[in-house]
Structures are given as structure tokens and as C-alpha cells.
């Protein structure tokens, strides 16, 4: 039951995933990176969810992050405090918010930690506007924009810090950023405001190359 697409383009991840969206045929969507390792549980876990609440349109795991090996220091201090308001924010969203994702938090998760009701995305594309840095970012707004993500309580994705990975050239960075840039400012209006919000607005700013 497994079908092999091969753009003959260089689409990107976005192009890409489109391609699988297009063809796909399954009721459940889910987009692993080369980064991500999921645990056995993942995906039974993720659909057990779906299964006792239809109104949720993606289910979230939390993950287990680490660095390779020679992962630049200066990074991680850019990182880890990302990573602590990340896990902080799911935290106290399991506990306050009914195990949803708030709106404003849409930039937390990584697209390999949730799986999707293909329903929920049959009028979605990845925006090539974005195919930098923030076409991830735009999904999940587009979600939270129509209904919930519910998050998972239990750490079932290894993600991966690399060195070698192309957002971490020059180049890439500085791409990278300015797609965050576009994308926000093409937020919806509820989704400017609040705490979650002014801190991304702080991390592109301080994080900039």
C-alpha cells in the first residue's frame, strides 16, 4: 500500500508534501523529516485521539530533542530557550487549556510531531511564499484558524539538532528569517495579541543573523 511520488522539479518540503497531500488517500495525514525518529507509540496513540474526540483536527506529541554530536554552542543558547518556553507552554496547556494548543502558540510545534485529519486540509497548500522557514508556521494557524490541536502527553518523537542541516548555512538563515517575516505579517488578527505572540516577535528579532 505504499506509493513513491518523485517531483521532477526542485519543490522543497513544501512543494513536496504538497505532491503527497494531492495524492493521498488515507482519512489521517503525517509528515516526517529526515530529523525525526517516532517512537512505536506514535502512531497508535495520535489516532487513539482522534478516536475519542472528533472535534480535534491534529494531535501534537510532545518530543525528545537532542544536539549531534559538535552542534555549535552559540546555537544552543539560541535554541534551548525556545525549547524551554516550547515545552512550558504545552505544559501548562495540558493542564489550563483542555490539552489544546492556544492560537497564539502556533509556531511551537515541529510538523513531524502531529498528525493531521486529512479532512481538515483539503483546501491547503504549502505556501512557496514561506518555503524557507515559516510554511510550517502557516499550517498550523491554517488549523488552529478552523478548530483544535490537541496535545499529546507523552514524549513519542526523537527530533534531532544537526550541525550538518541546511537551515544552518549563511544563507538559509538569513532566507529563513526573512519568511518568518512575511508570514506573520499575514496573520490572522486574533492571532497578534497576547504573551506567545510578543515573544516570537522578540525571538525573530533577537535571533536574527
Given at each position: 500500500n505504499?506509493?513513491?511520488?518523485q517531483?521532477?522539479?526542485?519543490?522543497?518540503p513544501?512543494?513536496?508534501?504538497?505532491?503527497?497531500l494531492?495524492?493521498?488517500r488515507?482519512?489521517?495525514?503525517?509528515?516526517?523529516?529526515?530529523?525525526?525518529?517516532w517512537?512505536p507509540s506514535?502512531?497508535?496513540?495520535?489516532?487513539?485521539?482522534?478516536?475519542?474526540?472528533?472535534?480535534?483536527l491534529?494531535v501534537?506529541?510532545?518530543?525528545?530533542?537532542f544536539?549531534s554530536k559538535n552542534?555549535?554552542?552559540?546555537e544552543?543558547?539560541?535554541?534551548?530557550?525556545?525549547?524551554?518556553i516550547?515545552d512550558s507552554?504545552?505544559?501548562?496547556?495540558?493542564?489550563f487549556?483542555?490539552?489544546?494548543?492556544?492560537k497564539?502558540g502556533f509556531?511551537l510545534?515541529?510538523?513531524s510531531?502531529?498528525?493531521f485529519r486529512?479532512?481538515?486540509l483539503?483546501?491547503?497548500k504549502?505556501?512557496?511564499?514561506?518555503r524557507?522557514g515559516?510554511e510550517?508556521?502557516?499550517?498550523f494557524a491554517y488549523?488552529?484558524?478552523?478548530?483544535?490541536?490537541?496535545?499529546?502527553p507523552?514524549?513519542?518523537v526523537?527530533f534531532r539538532?544537526?550541525?550538518g542541516?541546511?537551515?544552518?548555512?549563511?544563507?538559509?538563515?538569513?532566507l529563513k528569517?526573512g519568511?518568518?517575516?512575511?508570514?506573520i505579517k499575514n496573520?490572522?488578527?486574533?492571532f497578534?495579541?497576547?504573551?506567545l505572540?510578543?515573544?516570537?516577535?522578540?525571538?525573530?528579532?533577537?535571533?536574527?543573523?
Amino acid at each position: 500500500n505504499i506509493r513513491l511520488f518523485q517531483n521532477t522539479n526542485k519543490e522543497g518540503p513544501g512543494g513536496n508534501r504538497n505532491t503527497g497531500l494531492k495524492h493521498a488517500r488515507g482519512k489521517y495525514i503525517a509528515f516526517l523529516d529526515l530529523d525525526d525518529v517516532w517512537k512505536p507509540s506514535f502512531l497508535y496513540s495520535s489516532l487513539k485521539v482522534f478516536t475519542e474526540n472528533s472535534k480535534v483536527l491534529a494531535v501534537l506529541s510532545l518530543s525528545h530533542p537532542f544536539f549531534s554530536k559538535n552542534f555549535p554552542n552559540s546555537e544552543k543558547l539560541k535554541l534551548i530557550p525556545l525549547m524551554l518556553i516550547r515545552d512550558s507552554v504545552l505544559f501548562l496547556s495540558l493542564l489550563f487549556n483542555s490539552r489544546n494548543l492556544p492560537k497564539t502558540g502556533f509556531y511551537l510545534p515541529q510538523i513531524s510531531h502531529l498528525i493531521f485529519r486529512k479532512d481538515a486540509l483539503k483546501s491547503f497548500k504549502f505556501d512557496y511564499r514561506y518555503r524557507r522557514g515559516g510554511e510550517d508556521w502557516d499550517l498550523f494557524a491554517y488549523i488552529l484558524n478552523k478548530g483544535n490541536i490537541q496535545i499529546l502527553p507523552s514524549r513519542l518523537v526523537n527530533f534531532r539538532y544537526s550541525p550538518g542541516s541546511s537551515t544552518m548555512t549563511p544563507l538559509n538563515r538569513r532566507l529563513k528569517w526573512g519568511s518568518y517575516k512575511k508570514m506573520i505579517k499575514n496573520l490572522p488578527p486574533s492571532f497578534k495579541s497576547g504573551l506567545l505572540y510578543h515573544l516570537l516577535l522578540a525571538y525573530i528579532k533577537l535571533g536574527k543573523p
